[in-house]
């Protein structure tokens, strides 16, 4: 019988390393297949990754005005205390507590029999005085006439004009209290010295007043002040202000919106008429004044509201969403898409106006910019523009 060759044997670490080479090599057949087929039909980039999907909107340029809030209380335009100018019993008063008054109108009435004695005492001093007035100048005509023809003495003489004299002032003395005790009658009739609200009276009818006791106080209302702080850095507006104030030709007057505390807006504009000249060191601020009609009392003295004013005009520029500024190697920049490839541009940031980015330089009107798919751009890589969102995105309109 013929013999039969043995059968080969191997170790088993030996076969468990020919076994292990033959599953890597199956693995990395499969690899190179599946990435010859994501490669076919051009929808890869470099690489072998796939080209991203970017939204853009076309850029457009507009008119921004740059607005800012600053917390303020409003105050009356005058507050004037109502004081009595004569001493007597307060009889009557003649208005109710907290209406409006109109300026000249009665407001307490002080007992007037003691000012009315006092102008007859006056108006009767004051016949005396003209009667010795009258004596006077006969005395002089008499006695001037004799010392032309001397038949008196110089001494007689210049004794006659010294009683002319003093009689003469004596009748301007008693004019004079004539004068004030009707003064005097009047000011027992309290009047408003301006229109606006009053507040309680500070004494009850009966009471005996002295000059210069306080009877109540009047707000003017119409205007109404609101007075804010503006912080050290709002030069431009300060400056503003200043030259509307003095009423300089270049000065122009800066408008204001008054904001309730509601978050209503009023419906009188304002203009922002003071601002102090000097710096408040303690708070870092410039005090400031606005000043808003009020011929229907809406707003009331001691609220508290916003002033929103206009800090800047600017012109043709762009605005857009704030979250597709990203920090580049050199500042700020965004991505533009140009010929299917992602660029990025770097811009100068302005301010940002309700929610949106001011761009200063670095973005033309007709840019499209990437608006979805920023995050993980590279400059110069291609890119697959998914959507384009129009110009809704860069701006729609000048803004407030």
Known sequence: MPSQAA???????????????LIVAGLVACSSEDNEASGEGGGGSEGGQ?????????????????????AGRAQGAREVEVRARVQGILEERLYQEGQLVEEGESLFRIDQKPSEAMVGSARAEQRVAEADLRQ????????????????VSERDRDTAQSDLELAE???AVAQAAVIQSELDLGYTDVQAPVSGVTSLEDLPEGSLVEVGTLLTTIVQQDPIHVRFALPEDDASIQRTARRAMTGDEEGQSISAILIRADGSTYDQEGEVDFTASTLDSRTGSVSARAVFPNEESDIIPGQFVRVRVTLQDLKDVVTIPEDVVSEGAEGAQVFIVEDNKAIARQVELGPVVDGRQVILEGL????????????????????????DEGASDSGDGESN
Do not use: C, M
């Open 7 to 21: 059968p080969l044997y191997y170790p088993k670490s030996l076969r468990n390393a020919l076994l292990f080479s």
């Open 50 to 70: 796939p080209t991203p999907g970017v939204t853009v909107a076309t850029v457009e340029t507009q008119n921004v005005e740059v607005r800012q809030d600053y």
């Open 136 to 151: 006077a100048e006969r005395e002089w005509n008499r006695i001037s006439s004799l010392y032309e023809r001397n038949a």
């Open 169 to 171: 002032a004596n009748l």
């Open 364 to 387: 033309s009107e007709g840019d499209k910019l990437v608006v979805n798919g920023h995050v993980s751009l590279q400059n110069g890589v291609d890119v697959d523009v998914t959507d």
